[in-house]
C-alpha cells in the first residue's frame, strides 16, 4: 500500500490550502529562517522552492544585488501572481517560475544557493526534491532548508489523509529519514543549524528544522 495519498487529491488538498491562503499576508506560512541562516551575499543565484508570496525571493534580491539574481518556484498559481504583483517596478533580478519541487523548471548547474521554507513536506518523494536541489547548483553551492519533521513514523491515517498534508504535517518523515534523503542526493556536510522542541499537530508529534549541506 502507498505510504502518501492519490496523487491528484493530494495535489487538490495542496492547492486549495495555499490558494486561499495567497491573499491573506497575515498568515505565517514559515517554519524557520532558512534564508537569514543562509547569508546570500552580492552575486549568489538563490532559487527559493515553495516562494509562496515571494517575500523570501525579494529580500534575497536586496541581498545578492544587481550581479547576482533570486528565482522563485511554486505550485500555486494564486501565490505567484502575489508575489509578481508584488515586484517592485523595475526590478531585473528576481522572477517567479511554476513547477513540481521534483522536476524543477531551471537548468543544471545554474544557482550557488537553494532555499525553502516548510514547502519539501509536501512533496510525496522527498528524495526526488533533493536530487533536483543537487542538480540545479553548482559545484560548491549550498542548500538551506527549513522544513517539517516528525519525531516517529507517522500512523497510516495521517500519511493518507490529503488534509493533514496540506496543513503541513501529514507528508513529515522522521528526521533521520530526512537527512538521509539529503545525504543520499549526493550533499556533503549535512548538518541541523536549527532544530525546534516538537509540537503536536493534528495528534501527532512533530518539530522544525533548518538544515545546511554542500554541493561537492
Known amino acids: 500500500m502507498s505510504d502518501t495519498p492519490e496523487t491528484e487529491s493530494l495535489r487538490q488538498a495542496v492547492a486549495a490550502r495555499y490558494g486561499g491562503l495567497a491573499a491573506r499576508p497575515e498568515a505565517n506560512l514559515s517554519c524557520g529562517g532558512a534564508l537569514d541562516l543562509a547569508s546570500p551575499g552580492p552575486g549568489d543565484v538563490v532559487v527559493d522552492l515553495g516562494c509562496g508570496r515571494g517575500k523570501d525571493v525579494l529580500r534575497a534580491a536586496a541581498l545578492v544585488g544587481p550581479a547576482g539574481q533570486a528565482i522563485g518556484v511554486d505550485a500555486s498559481e494564486e ?7 508584488a515586484l517592485p517596478a523595475g526590478t531585473t533580478n528576481a522572477r517567479f517560475l511554476r513547477g513540481d519541487l521534483a522536476a524543477l523548471p531551471l537548468p543544471p548547474a545554474c544557482a550557488s544557493l537553494v532555499t525553502s ?13 533533493y536530487r533536483e536541489i543537487h542538480r ?26 490529503p488534509a493533514a498534508w496540506a496543513a503541513c504535517y501529514g507528508g513529515a518523515i522522521p528526521e533521520a529519514d530526512y537527512l538521509a534523503a539529503i545525504r543520499a542526493a549526493g550533499f556533503r556536510d549535512v548538518e541541523v543549524l536549527r532544530r525546534t522542541a516538537p509540537y503536536e499537530k493534528g495528534g501527532v508529534r512533530v518539530l522544525s528544522l533548518t538544515v545546511k549541506g554542500i554541493r561537492p
Open 79 to 85: 501565490m505567484l501572481a502575489r508575489a509578481r504583483a
Open 117 to 129: 521554507n516548510c514547502a519539501i513536506n509536501h512533496a510525496p518523494d522527498k528524495a526526488a526534491v
Open 136 to 161: 540545479v547548483l553548482r559545484a560548491g553551492g549550498r542548500v538551506v532548508v527549513s522544513d517539517v519533521v516528525s519525531e516517529e513514523a507517522l500512523p497510516e491515517s495521517v500519511r493518507l489523509d
